[in-house]
């Protein structure tokens, strides 16, 4: 799972509470970091990745744009296609939300991009 911080403080303080091989603090602002954090996002590198909320405002839109063609496809199949997306967090965890019909249903958005 990625989690963006606003503050180098505030990803120290989160990777306190984890447990050892839990988690790794990277600073996107080095070059280095960059690179290592997309090595591991390539295909067949074993890992997977969930992109957590964050306070960045724009961040669920930005979501959207990035995997429209996911969450399009994902929509066809699921919901014919008639439907208005959000995203919405819940204990910890980021929903697709589906609207039709005047009934909303949830699913995870890794399970849509994946």
Known sequence: MLTAYPHSDL???HHR????GEGKVLDLHKEESIKRL????????G??????ATRDKDARQKLVREYGTS???YSKTHYGGNF???IRVEAGQLYGTFSYEKQTSGVLFYNIIK
């Open 71 to 73: 969450i399009k496809e």
């Open 38 to 45: 997309k090595d591991l996002t390539k295909p067949n590198s």
């Open 84 to 86: 208005v997306f959000g």
């Open 47 to 52: 890992y997977q990745f969930f992109y957590s």
């Open 17 to 20: 509470l984890l447990q050892a």
């Open 11 to 13: 990803a120290a303080n």
